[in-house]
């Protein structure tokens, strides 16, 4: 009793000590950490997700100081059976259950996930939204008002880390996860802890989400589940085939167990759109200004205007006659020169299309030994691959770099172009292959012990190896239309979700007349590597113990891209000349033409070619090639506590954890002319408080309170020290900075909920964060002689767009590299949840709801930090009901409009890309013959059933910068059990 008692006053005494470092605690530990014994903790939430405890439950009475002491939780299973309504009131316990702030969403049973995809399944928590690709798929997910790198993606409580690339067009070289590789059948339970705790991974200032695989105890005894669904895609039309099957066994006197799984699937991947790869100004002469000397355009304009009428230009313009200012002002009647310096037009504006493939499987294995209520061991495997093949369909107005002559032209009040009619008029064709492969292997043994007089110790151990890998080929073939044939456009941008584009000439003519513009060959590879291992300490019971442990997380990185452009343009071009092209060229789907990839391919020595692509610095989906690796030792102490308080409960927990990081940092660099590797190493280390205390005001209302210090490492791509071309023009280049410094966050929530019985409860939490060494683009425009890269360096595109604009000496490069904003980001929100079932009304009806405010604001000089991809507010809304068998389930999900990037986008210092306001609406329903045996499940779901498309505009709202329709998608299916 005299041990009981001394372990609840030092845990009493530790957690409101460490509630004075919250927030102050600034030292930095620059000095070397020790490397033999550190590993990676787990928190008392995510000890939960492994299956370490019982099934959450209700919590009723607390006990007080001078109670008996509540005994050791004993080993347990995680036994989610049942309904929809009964994952939520699992979630529901979870959260009462809970010190810190956390929202979980629970698998219905094994292989029963409430949602196809992780992401999607996770975009119905407060403060959680997702980003989509352009098929409406979530691929990755942003809390509480941060980007995706900002939050830390663990599975089984270990850091997961996967080599792919994200959505089209996207990048991932920080620290996002896709979470599309990872098929929801064979998770449990996925937890977003928002608040923090000194035993939880370091790494995710906006939260840490913890994915949870099945395990053979979670559902005792011998089981077999099939899942088997026919997916119809409204824009491909065709019907794909998705299926699962997991089979679990224990042995009678539950010591042993074993659980394999299965899943594959195949989907369409057809979008239909708009693109405009940014917009441009023009880029006027002192002529056509009318001045002296210099230019009246604003700095970053691309769009060059001829100075003569060249012939063949069209629109009945007269070749040679000088185009000067009064030229322009005669021809586009009732504008300035200032508003047609200033006119936006697409820098490429093109219809496109996609058409293709994805097809996903992976396999698992988990294992379980316990010999006795007091040792568990565990053996977790998971292996999943993905393969996208799919051609993407561009036909391309060229502004960038063009020499469209405006005639009619007219601009609204912030000079976008409304309407006109473009002469000397370019197009071309960019057809591009993408051949994508991503595999992800991960295994992670452990186990609890329990040891002690009274078994009052705990031990948690784990370690973890991860390895993924990733091929992205996407070859590109790009045809032209000849100059001087006298080819217009005729441009209306007056409504609508994009502008209207059309020709003089039939674009869908392979006999037009068309030209080689270029191809290129340009494969990426990706690898990464995670492996640690992590040991807690626990003494005393699950509610007042003091804990302490160490953690080594081992995490590289490796991107290399290759090109053979060069090479396979002169193969290809010597193959097939251009008066062969129209054999190799066919009318296409979507009113102009395609190119028929395979035998080009073949007639031009392509699969050589691409064998032997040599090493470059830049990707074609703009990632950098680069070798990271971070080594991170981690240490915490931590203590929990419950309390009597004026007759009610009082739950504490605080702690401190301290994590040294030693980064390495290395990448190919153009230094004149020839690609040397450059390589550059960093430490730091950082104590980082945390405090939460959860107060039972009333027997159904808890008032919470949470203060933390956390930190997110930096972009560790934006650090490579190498400056890259990120546009076919050579106009915009970046470098990294090899001196970023991580962000720290100084963190306060105050809510609380009031549990209203089963799952229902109404919950309110507000939060803010403080943040420091926020990056954002700094941008400068530099003229390219100045870069450092010798100019025959470049690619005859690249040499051709720098002369139109001057040649080097006078062609300007806009430069972008990360820096830390001088000033402080305050980010402050609030999150409203709402869960009722409404049996009053008709027995099986309920419905959830949620809805999330967030408002930022720079605080002190210099370059404003901002943080951008997060709508302002968001709701989400379910209306279920399920009797009799039978469940319906209607969600709708909707994201205000918000900010995608940051300033100086195409070196205009006011563009900004922005997302528009979106909503989805989802269909989920079944039916169970529970008479039959395997007790079959029919079920039926409708994703994005209104068909809500994704755009994106460029800082006006008429300035479309992307448009696709995903349309909708109806899977019918089948799901039992042995």
Not at 95 to 106: E, L, Q, W
Request: hydrophobic share 35%.
């Amino acid at each position: 009793m005299q041990i009981q008692c001394a372990r609840k006053v030092l845990a009493h005494a530790l957690s409101l000590a460490l509630l004075g470092m919250v927030g102050t605690a600034q030292a930095e530990d620059q000095a070397q950490a020790q490397t033999s014994t550190q590993a990676q903790s787990s928190s008392p939430t995510q000890a939960n997700t492994q299956g370490n405890t019982t099934t959450p439950a209700a919590s009723g009475t607390a006990q007080g100081p001078s109670d008996q002491p509540a005994p050791v939780k004993q080993l347990g299973a995680v036994n989610v059976s049942g309904s929809f309504r009964s994952s939520l009131q699992f979630s529901t316990d979870a959260k009462r259950d809970s010190t810190n702030v956390i929202d979980t969403v629970f698998a219905e049973d094994i292989g029963k996930f409430p949602a196809t995809n992780i992401a999607e399944a996770l975009a119905r928590v407060p403060g959680v939204q997702i980003s989509r690709d352009v098929t409406g798929e979530g691929v990755n997910i942003q809390v509480r008002g941060l980007g995706t790198d900002f939050t830390k993606i663990l599975l089984n409580g270990n850091q997961a880390a996967i080599a792919s690339s994200g959505t089209l067009d996207s990048q991932n070289q920080n620290r996002e996860v896709d979470l599309n590789l990872l098929p929801t059948e064979f998770f449990t339970q996925l937890t977003v802890n928002k608040t923090a705790e000194a035993s939880q991974t370091e790494g995710g200032i906006a939260g840490v989400v913890d994915m949870r695989t099945a395990r053979p105890f979670d559902n005792p005894g011998t089981h077999l589940t099939y899942s088997a669904q026919a997916s119809y895609s409204s824009l491909g039309g065709d019907t794909k085939p998705r299926g699962a099957l997991i089979g679990s066994w224990t042995n009678a006197d539950n010591t042993f167990g074993a659980l394999i799984g299965l899943t594959g699937s195949r989907s369409d991947y057809d979008v239909k759109g708009f693109e405009s790869v940014g917009w441009t100004t023009p880029h006027l002469s002192a002529a056509q200004c009318g001045i002296a000397s210099g230019s009246c355009s604003p700095a970053g304009g691309s769009w060059v205007i001829p100075s003569t009428v060249p012939a063949g230009a069209g629109a009945g313009l007269v070749a040679g006659t000088p185009i000067n200012n009064a030229w322009l002002l005669a021809n586009n009647p009732g504008l300035s020169t200032g508003q047609i310096a200033n006119a936006l037009i697409p820098r490429l504006g093109r219809p496109m299309y996609i058409d293709g493939t994805n097809d996903h499987q992976a396999g698992m294995m988990s294992f379980e030994f316990r010999p006795s209520t007091e040792a568990h061991f565990y053996l977790d495997t998971l292996f999943s691959k993905k393969e996208q093949d799919f051609n993407r369909y561009d036909m391309n107005l060229v502004g960038r770099s063009g020499q469209m002559i405006p005639t009619n032209m007219q601009v609204d009040s912030n000079n976008v172009v409304t309407q006109a009619t473009f002469a000397n008029a370019q197009y071309f064709l960019e057809q591009r292959q993408y051949d994508e492969h991503v595999k992800f292997f991960n295994i992670n043994p452990g186990g609890t012990l329990l040891f002690g007089t009274n078994d009052e110790f705990k031990l948690d151990f784990q370690g973890y190896v991860q390895r993924s890998w990733y091929l992205n080929e996407q070859p590109s073939i790009l045809v032209q239309t000849p100059m001087g044939q006298g080819t217009t456009a005729n441009y209306s941008n007056t409504g609508g979700n994009f502008p209207s584009i059309t020709s003089n000439v039939d674009l869908n003519n392979p006999n037009l007349g068309w030209q080689w513009y270029r191809v290129n060959l340009q494969k990426e590879r990706r690898v990464t590597d995670n492996r640690g291992f992590s040991q807690d300490l626990q003494w005393g019971d699950d509610s007042n113990n003091i804990k302490g442990g160490i953690a080594f997380d081992d995490i590289s990185r490796q991107i290399n891209a290759y090109d053979n452009s060069a090479a396979w343009q002169k193969s290809i071009e010597s193959a097939v000349p251009a008066s062969s092209l129209p054999q190799y060229l066919s009318a296409g789907p979507n009113g102009f033409i395609t190119a028929n990839f395979a035998a080009l391919q073949a007639i031009s020595n392509y699969d050589y070619l691409n064998a032997t692509a040599p090493l470059t610095t830049s990707a074609a989906t703009g990632a950098n090639s680069s070798d990271i690796s971070e080594r991170t030792w981690a240490w915490f102490i931590e203590g929990n506590g419950k309390y009597d308080l004026w007759g009610n409960d009082l739950r504490v927990n605080g702690g401190v954890r301290h994590a040294y990081t030693n980064q390495n940092i290395s990448g190919p660099s153009s230094i004149n002319g020839q690609l040397q590797n450059i390589s550059l190493s960093n430490n730091y280390g950082y104590y980082l408080p945390s405090f939460n205390l959860a107060y039972n005001a009333a027997e159904d209302i808890i008032v919470r309170l949470a203060a933390s210090r956390s930190m997110t490492r930096p972009d560790p791509s934006a650090m490579v020290p190498s400056t890259n071309f990120s546009d076919p023009a050579a106009e915009i280049a970046s470098q990294g900075n090899p001196n970023l410094k991580p962000y720290l966050s100084t963190n306060l929530d105050f809510g609380g909920e009031w549990y209203t019985g089963g799952e229902g409860y109404v919950g309110l939490d507000l939060f803010g964060k403080r943040i420091t060494g926020f990056t954002v683009n700094g941008t400068n425009l530099i003229p390219f002689n100045q870069l450092g890269i010798p100019f025959a360096t470049l690619n005859a595109t690249q040499q051709a767009a720098i002369n139109l604009r001057g040649g080097p000496s006078a062609a300007e490069v806009e430069v972008t590299q990360q820096v830390n904003a001088d000033g402080t980001l305050f980010i402050k929100g609030a999150e409203a949840n709402w869960v009722q079932p409404l049996d009053f009304i008709t027995k099986g009806l309920g419905v959830t709801a949620n809805w999330t405010v967030v408002s930022q604001k720079n605080i002190g000089s210099g370059v404003p930090a901002q943080a951008i991809g997060i709508s302002p507010h968001t709701y989400n809304v379910t209306t279920y009901w399920e009797n009799y068998g039978a469940m319906v389930r209607l969600s709708y999900v909707w994201n205000a409009a918000q900010i995608s990037s940051s300033a100086n986008q195409n070196g205009l210092p006011y563009g900004q890309i922005r997302t528009d306001a979106r909503g989805q609406l989802d269909l989920s329903a079944s039916y169970q013959f529970a008479q039959w045996k395997s007790k079959p499940t029919i079920t039926l779901n409708a994703i994005n059933m209104t068909k809500a498309a994704l755009r994106t505009t460029f800082t006006y709202d008429n300035a479309a910068y992307t448009y696709y329709t995903p349309g909708y998608t109806i899977m019918l299916g089948i799901r039992g059990t042995f």
